[in-house]
T-cell receptor, first 112, second 115 residues
Framework: KQEVTQIPAALSVPEGENLVLNCSFTDSAIYNLQWFRQDPGKGLTSLLLIQSSQREQTSGRLNASLDKSSGRSTLYIAASQPGDSATYLCAVGTDSWGKLQFGAGTQVVVTP | NAGVTQTPKFRILKIGQSMTLQCTQDMNHNYMYWYRQDPGMGLKLIYYSVGAGITDKGEVPNGYNVSRSTTEDFPLRLELAAPSQTSVYFC??????????????FGEGSRLTVL
């Protein structure tokens, strides 16, 4: 069974620093990988989707890398802002039907 | 665009009661999903559907039922509520193309407490 782990569970950085969020998975036979943002009491918002054939995906200040052989993905957020404070979840797509196996998330606080 | 809409947002049930969580999407997505999120845990898949009339179990289906009579709607029914079903429930949808499912779009969640 695919296991997805996100370490650390919580992270605090001063405004302006770059954020590095880690995600590891146990089975390299993935369909895709998605990063989500979740604000308190809200639903999940998709940030980036990386297909299994891709090595990275970029959107604005966000960049996500994927290394299937080592079972890792990293989400980079450049020049963090207080508005980036949220929980970030990594999810591995296990098949073409869109079923996802989620990590528990990393709670990020960006201090002014 | 409303996206994925879930109702109710909050509900308290007594043990043994039943209820239905409603989910509607207006993006004409074929794929729909129900997840539950417990504190400090990742989301777990309850049921999913790849089109009207087609549903299948996810990782934690016991105590739940679903139906998909239209593309837009994917209700989740809880029968004989138990305290273990206290959770936040999320509905999601995804487009599909020749490569399979794309990114998932989530509703804002339904917080259920069973006492």
């Amino acid at each position: 069974k695919q296991e997805v782990t996100q370490i650390p569970a919580a992270l605090s950085v001063p405004e302006g620093e770059n954020l590095v969020l880690n995600c590891s998975f146990t089975d390299s036979a993935i369909y895709n990988l998605q990063w989500f943002r979740q604000d308190p009491g809200k639903g999940l918002t998709s940030l980036l989707l990386i297909q299994s054939s891709q090595r990275e995906q970029t959107s604005g200040r966000l960049n996500a890398s994927l290394d299937k052989s080592s079972g890792r993905s990293t989400l980079y957020i450049a020049a963090s802002q207080p508005g980036d404070s949220a929980t970030y979840l990594c999810a591995v797509g296990t098949d073409s039907w869109g079923k996802l196996q989620f990590g528990a998330g990393t709670q990020v606080v960006v201090t002014p | 665009n409303a996206g994925v809409t879930q109702t109710p947002k909050f509900r308290i049930l007594k043990i043994g009661q039943s209820m239905t969580l409603q989910c509607t999407q207006d993006m004409n997505h074929n794929y729909m999903y129900w997840y539950r999120q417990d504190p400090g845990m990742g989301l777990k898949l309850i049921y999913y559907s790849v089109g009207a009339g087609i549903t299948d179990k996810g990782e934690v289906p016991n105590g739940y039922n679903v139906s998909r009579s239209t593309t837009e709607d994917f209700p989740l029914r809880l029968e004989l509520a138990a305290p273990s079903q206290t959770s936040v429930y999320f509905c999601a949808s995804s487009y599909s193309n020749s490569g399979g499912a794309g990114e998932l779009f989530f509703g804002e969640g339904s917080r259920l407490t069973v006492l």
